[in-house]
């Protein structure tokens, strides 16, 4: 049975943000609210809650799973990133964007696109969020909440928890998220490429 976390969406309890912590660190699996969709989240190195996620979603092989990250500086030691990107992407973060860009050796294998070798990276706008990777002090690999079957992400912690309740092992409510998932770009290639519009305004990228 999941544990339910109710918090505060601007000034998030420090009790309740360390008991999720100790779960992530003890490879847990969260649902947790982000500034597009809820999403699902654990360490990087739980290979277990990746399968979970995976199962969850019904995901192949190809997903590209996104590391959410506190700042630029976490971002830069998993992706490689020019000068001349450096400044694009740094414009846009922290916000509801997520980047495809080439991995370094910091990121493992498994979680890397099989040909490209390349992973979703992002720094959420969100303060509940940001209280959990300040917590947890390493980035969260994560997936949008979205349900096989159905068009749009669950919004509310509650049904959430209705749901998921022997899937994962806690939910953080911090209020109702929205329906939009991330704008993802795609720095991989010569040009960028807008393979998602969504929360994020694509036009600075185009």
């Not at 649902?31 to 654990?42: I, K, Q, R």
């Not at 971002?75 to 992407?89: A, E, K, M, P, Y």
């Not at 806690?170 to 490429?193: K, R």
Request: net charge negative.
């Amino acid at each position: 049975m999941a544990k339910y976390f109710d918090v505060h969406p601007d000034n998030p309890q420090p009790r309740a943000i360390g008991q999720v912590v100790e779960i992530l660190r003890n490879d847990g699996l969260i649902v947790y609210p982000t500034d597009s969709c809820f999403a699902l989240g654990c360490r990087v190195g739980n290979k277990a809650g990746i399968d979970r996620i995976r199962d969850i979603r019904r995901l192949g092989d190809d997903h590209h799973f996104t590391l959410v990250c506190s700042d630029f500086a976490q971002l830069g030691q998993l992706v490689t990133i020019s000068n001349s990107l450096f400044r694009v992407i740094k414009a846009a973060t922290p916000g509801s964007y997520t980047f495809i860009l080439p991995a370094t050796k910091e990121v493992p294998r498994r979680l890397l696109h099989p040909k490209k070798k390349t992973v979703g990276v992002r720094i959420p706008d969100h303060v509940v969020t940001q209280a959990i990777l300040a917590e947890l002090g390493e980035p969260l690999l994560s997936s949008t909440l979205l349900l096989p079957g159905e068009e749009d992400p669950l919004t509310q912690g509650w049904e959430i928890k209705d749901r998921l309740d022997h899937a994962v092992d806690a939910v953080v409510d911090a209020g109702d998220c929205s329906v939009v998932p991330t704008t993802v770009v795609d720095f991989s290639l010569p040009e960028p490429q807008i393979l998602r519009e969504g929360a994020g305004d694509p036009s600075r990228f185009q």
